[in-house]
């Protein structure tokens, strides 16, 4: 078994700064790719940001230019930096982790960040 655990969502005013981290546990051989997806009240969960093994980046046009992901594999580790935040950033952050097709994927309970106005 595989356990996400994230950290460091809470509330924030419009243009302020926070960052996430979630750290995966357990039975661990290796991560292939790690990211974090959203989902605000009423909508479909989305993908915000996602980073391979090798380092390659994929963003949500809603975030790119202010949300950096980045990676610590040594640790199983990874981190988004969301920075000039808006309201519509409001919403539960779920970090997701792709072991590969043998072993499956994972996610987190999910951190709620709040951006007031």
């Known amino acids: 078994q595989v356990q996400l655990v994230e950290s460091g969502g809470g509330l924030v005013q419009a243009g302020g700064s926070l960052r996430l981290s979630c750290a995966a546990s357990?039975?661990?051989?290796?991560?292939?790719?790690m990211g974090w997806y959203r989902q605000a009240p009423g909508k479909q969960r989305e993908l915000v940001a996602a980073i391979t093994s090798g380092g390659s980046t994929n963003y949500a046009d809603s975030v790119k230019g202010r949300f950096t992901i980045s990676r610590d594999n040594a640790n199983n580790t990874v981190y988004l930096q969301m920075n000039s935040l808006k309201p519509e950033d409001t919403a539960v952050y779920y970090c997701?982790?792709?072991?590969?097709?043998?072993?499956?994927?994972?996610w987190g309970k999910g951190t709620l960040v709040t951006v007031s106005s």
């Open positions: 357990g039975s661990i051989f290796s991560i292939n790719a």
């Open positions: 997701h982790a792709d072991l590969g097709s043998a072993w499956g994927d994972y």
